[in-house]
């Protein structure tokens, strides 16, 4: 590669030619303070003394004037020159200071050294020659004006002879150094290459990890533990502002490490966690803790899976024991109250009968189409396009004095779930709505907000209703199987809604309004979660 194309490669060259300009500033105030203290005058008994001395100022001014404009320079063959012009204004010294015995011959040296330090292959050997070149040169110059440097001979070929030696060892030097350099440098390539490769993977991953230090303060957290928190930064947080089950599991943990903790939740409407710890040590102390939060949806999903195949066995069976007596019964009551001498009341008790059949058959026909469903098949959908299209549809069949009011936020709302199941959950969610709606109010209306949460980025599908909304001591049973607050009623609805949003890897859960009435609130996963 040609000189003009070469650049002085990394930083450890930047600090050799720093080295360089300190050498060559000190080798000029060194002789200028020497031909100002009178301690030169034996030197110039054999030496042309003017000539010196203007030499050594010379040197000196040239080398701050390179140093103050060169600075560093990137290429390669600014610093040939700079070598090559130090070596011609030593060698212009090494004459007027008498040749060998000034000494000057071994700052030639040096600069040889230093150059080379700077250039590779035949720019270093170039330096040294021309530094031999002057040395034998001027000797044999001076040993014709002056019969007496006939006997530097031996001296200057010894200089020359450790021009080339030292051309010889600092290229082998500096190529050594070289390939540590290019070594280290690739290695930490290589280290920062796996290190952004290894946040890459601790950010995407879905399992939570925080790193606590000896205060359980936050010193990192993936995106996995931001979404479970709903937050967007824990850094340099107290853990126990945020959780405090987590702090009680952790103490549990540090009392018998042996001991698996019970899961927690970090919000009341997120999911439940399994949380893990190990202990980082330096030494004999614990410095770290690291923590894993496992999401305990997908087992739970599992789970679910293996109890509704159960309940399909379940109800197999008792379709087959109880539908058939049930049907004699209900046959049996209607053959009864078609007889002409039935007193009223016993006619009414057949009445009863009639109603409570029905209701036996529509407890059935729930837990059937339960453990009938297919299963979720969660596909990309886009929630804003399906809910206009769902309030549309239900508008066009509602009954007259329903009202289905919608408000959908800006932006993208996109999920992945199966639309059949969201049709069969919304449909059971806005008819309990509107019901007690026109229960409450005289008029049945139901609001539908979709939006996004902001702390943690999912889609909310908020069912709102005006209705007299559930007492504090229902709340923990509302999604159970077969609670209800009606005489009528299956207390199957919520429960299959709830199922069915589980199953999607949804959330579905109630809060109550400010103003009266219900809100039911499905948290949907976010559109790169598979199901």
């Given at each position: 590669?040609?000189?003009?194309?070469?650049?002085?490669?990394?930083?450890?060259?930047?600090?050799?030619?720093?080295?360089?300009?300190?050498?060559?500033?000190?080798?000029?105030?060194?002789?200028?303070?020497?031909?100002?203290?009178?301690?030169?005058?034996?030197?110039?008994?054999?030496?042309?003394?003017?000539?010196?001395?203007?030499?050594?100022?010379?040197?000196?001014?040239?080398?701050?004037?390179?140093?103050?404009?060169?600075?560093?320079?990137?290429?390669?063959?600014?610093?040939?020159?700079?070598?090559?012009?130090?070596?011609?204004?030593?060698?212009?010294?090494?004459?007027?200071?008498?040749?060998?015995?000034?000494?000057?011959?071994?700052?030639?040296?040096?600069?040889?050294?230093?150059?080379?330090?700077?250039?590779?292959?035949?720019?270093?050997?170039?330096?040294?020659?021309?530094?031999?070149?002057?040395?034998?040169?001027?000797?044999?110059?001076?040993?014709?004006?002056?019969?007496?440097?006939?006997?530097?001979?031996?001296?200057?070929?010894?200089?020359?002879?450790?021009?080339?030696?030292?051309?010889?060892?600092?290229?082998?030097?500096?190529?050594?150094?070289?390939?540590?350099?290019?070594?280290?440098?690739?290695?930490?390539?290589?280290?920062?290459?796996?290190?952004?490769?290894?946040?890459?993977?601790?950010?995407?991953?879905?399992?939570?990890?925080?790193?606590?230090?000896?205060?359980?303060?936050?010193?990192?957290?993936n995106q996995g533990a931001l979404a479970l928190f709903g937050r967007m930064t824990l850094n340099g947080e107290l853990i126990a502002d945020h959780s405090t089950d987590l702090i009680e599991r952790l103490l549990q943990w540090q009392t018998n490490p042996a001991l698996r903790v019970k899961s927690l939740k970090l919000s009341p409407t997120g999911p439940s966690i399994q949380a893990s710890f190990i202990a980082l040590r330096r030494g004999n102390e614990q410095q770290q803790t690291l923590v894993f939060l496992e999401d305990l949806s997908q087992i739970a999903q599992q789970a679910q899976q293996l109890k509704l195949a159960a309940l399909g066995r379940l109800t197999a069976s008792i379709a087959h024991e109880i539908r058939n007596p049930l049907g004699a019964i209900s046959h049996a009551g209607q053959l009864l109250q078609e007889s002409e001498d039935l007193p009223v009341a016993d006619r009414r008790l057949t009445q009863i009968i009639q109603d409570q059949c029905k209701r036996m058959n529509l407890i059935i026909e729930n837990v059937l189409q339960l453990s009938r469903r297919r299963p979720s098949a969660p596909h990309p959908l886009d929630l804003k396009v399906w809910l206009e299209k769902f309030v549309s549809d239900f508008r066009a069949t509602a009954r007259p004095g329903q009202q289905l009011h919608m408000y959908v936020s800006d932006g993208t709302l996109e999920t992945r779930m199966d639309a059949n199941q969201l049709a069969q959950v919304l449909n059971n969610l806005v008819e309990n709505g509107l019901r007690y709606s026109a229960q409450q109010q005289g008029q049945a209306q139901v609001w539908l907000n979709l939006f996004v949460e902001p702390t943690n980025g999912l889609p909310i599908l908020e069912v709102l209703d005006d209705g007299p909304g559930f007492a504090a001591d229902q709340l923990q049973h509302m999604f159970e199987p077969f609670f209800t607050t009606e005489s009528n009623g299956t207390g199957l609805g919520l429960y299959i809604s709830r199922e069915l949003c589980e199953s999607n890897q949804a959330h579905l859960d109630y809060r109550a309004r400010e103003k009266g009435g219900s809100c039911m609130r499905i948290t949907f996963a976010h559109p790169r979660k598979q199901g």
């Open positions: 590669m040609p000189a003009e194309a070469q650049f002085l490669g990394g930083a450890q060259a930047q600090r050799m030619l720093r080295l360089y300009h300190l050498y060559r500033l000190t080798i000029g105030l060194s002789l200028v303070l020497l031909i100002s203290s009178n301690m030169d005058n034996r030197l110039l008994e054999v030496a042309d003394g003017e000539l010196f001395r203007a030499g050594s100022w010379l040197y000196l001014i040239l080398n701050i004037l390179v140093v103050v404009l060169m600075g560093n320079p990137r290429r390669v063959l600014p610093v040939f020159s700079l070598a090559t012009a130090d070596v011609i204004m030593l060698a212009g010294l090494f004459y007027a200071g008498g040749g060998t015995p000034s000494g000057i011959g071994n700052l030639m040296i040096a600069s040889v050294a230093m150059g080379n330090l700077l250039l590779r292959g035949r720019l270093g050997l170039l330096i040294a020659a021309l530094a031999t070149i002057g040395i034998i040169y001027l000797t044999f110059y001076l040993s014709i004006s002056r019969p007496a440097a006939a006997n530097d001979y031996l001296q200057a070929s010894t200089l020359g002879v450790l021009c080339f030696a030292v051309w010889f060892v600092v290229q082998g030097l500096s190529r050594l150094l070289r390939t540590s350099e290019n070594l280290a440098e690739q290695r930490a390539s290589d280290v920062t290459s796996l290190e952004a490769l290894n946040s890459l993977i601790l950010q995407r991953m879905r399992t939570g990890i925080l790193v606590l230090d000896t205060e359980l303060r936050v010193q990192l957290a």
